[in-house]
């Protein structure tokens, strides 16, 4: 799954998936749950490792498996994910005080420290203990290690939503999904909003002002995310 690009939203699918008959009854909507109150743990068709994924992609069986991918421009998915997690989560919970490296709401210090992990990570390969922070804000193609596996994979966008949701009912047709499951998707992804939103946020365009306003910083956010632009083919933003 990929953080902060309906990741959350797609467990319920999952879910839903796996056993459309019990969901149903309880009649609640594919964008209601949150974090630790999904519907089921530990969805089977969620993989979660590398070796459950390379395992279902190299061993055949009697069963056929889909892999798709949801992915979103770097700088709208950090600003959503600093939002949620930053600010929202912090602003809810005393709890969460020290959540996002201790930074507050200081955007500079947070992308600098993200950074800062993500080259220690890049140059060694390893980081220890990964956070919650690393999980949400790392680049999205070193995930599900696309750079291995990304021709398995389908890859959708979520730039404009009304087309993402097309793209995936036409996915989900093309393989079996029934339309009644179809249509329950489409109406709660068009129908409602998971918790966790940010587009409508006022403090969202303040704090994309700012970060766009500084060059320093939407430079460092780049380097970031440079392979997500790549990999991708998202367009980068001016600078100049």
């Known amino acids: ?25 309880k009649n609640i909507s594919i964008t ?14 969620v993989l979660n490792n590398r070796k459950k994924l390379r395992n279902f992609i190299n061993y055949p069986n ?16 950090f600003l959503s994910g600093f939002l949620d997690k930053c600010v929202r989560e912090r602003m ?22 993200i ?22 804000f790392m680049p999205q193609s070193w995930k599900c290690h696309l750079n291995e596996e990304k021709d398995k994979y389908t890859i ?16 989900y047709k093309k393989i079996g999904i029934s339309k009644y499951l179809r249509d329950k998707i489409q109406h709660d992804l068009k129908n409602n909003y998971t918790e966790h939103k940010t587009f409508d946020s006022p403090l969202r365009g303040m704090f ?10 939407m430079k ?8 997500d632009y790549i990999m991708f083919n998202f367009s980068f933003p001016k600078l100049d």
Do not use: W
């Open 62 to 77: 009697n069963k056929k498996y889909y892999y798709y991918f949801i992915v979103r421009d770097p700088i709208d998915r």
């Open 92 to 113: 809810k919970s005393k709890n969460k005080a020290t959540q996002c490296h201790g930074c507050g709401y200081d955007i500079e210090c947070f992308v600098n420290e």
């Open 220 to 227: 460092k956010l780049v380097n970031l995310y440079y392979t």
């Open 156 to 171: 959708f966008y979520y730039t404009n939503k009304t087309k993402l949701y097309n793209d995936l009912d036409i996915y």
């Open 32 to 45: 209601e749950k949150m974090y630790d109150y999904m519907t089921c743990s530990n969805p089977p068709a």
């Open 1 to 25: 799954m990929n953080t902060k690009s309906m990741s959350t939203v797609m467990e319920e699918i999952m879910c839903l998936f796996y056993n459309p008959k019990i969901y149903l009854k």
């Open 115 to 136: 950074y800062r992990r993500a080259k220690i990570f890049h140059d060694t390969g390893f980081l220890f203990p990964k956070t919650m922070e690393d999980y949400h």
């Open 208 to 217: 994309e002002n700012y970060l766009r306003g500084d060059k320093d910083l």
